[in-house]
């Protein structure tokens, strides 16, 4: 059974950072892309940053382009995000799923509970 665990959200003030962590079980998780989506009230949920399984190489949406660092260790299953110079629009529910190398889509239909993140003063 397939499962995702995410952790770390919290509130914080505009310019503060968050680590967020993802336990991932059900899966070989070395042999996935891991990303980090968010899903903001009344809004889709959205791709935020990924990591390959080789390599490894990192993309992100251009929102979160030079704050949020995105890493994997493969040995506890785990994928981390981290947030730096939070900003208000930052504010969402975080989740975390995996795709087959060269996939467009999820791997998995399940989604673990998310985390949240407010970033307010």
């Known amino acids: 059974q397939v499962q995702f665990v995410e952790s770390g959200g919290g509130l914080v003030q505009p310019g503060g950072s968050l680590r967020l962590s993802c336990a991932a079980s059900?899966?070989?998780?070395?042999?996935?892309?891991m990303s980090w989506y968010r899903q903001a009230p009344g809004k889709e949920r959205e791709l935020v940053a990924s990591?390959?399984?080789?390599?490894?190489?990192?993309s992100y949406a251009e929102s979160v382009k030079g704050r949020f660092t995105i890493s994997r260790d493969n040995a506890k299953n785990t994928v981390y995000l981290q947030m730096n110079s939070l900003k208000s629009e930052d504010t969402a529910v975080y989740y975390c799923n995996a795709r087959a190398p060269g996939a467009s889509r999820v791997a998995f239909g399940s989604w673990g509970q998310g985390t949240q993140v407010t970033v307010s003063s």
């Open positions: 990591i390959t399984n080789a390599g490894p190489y990192r």
């Open positions: 059900g899966f070989i998780f070395s042999s996935y892309v």
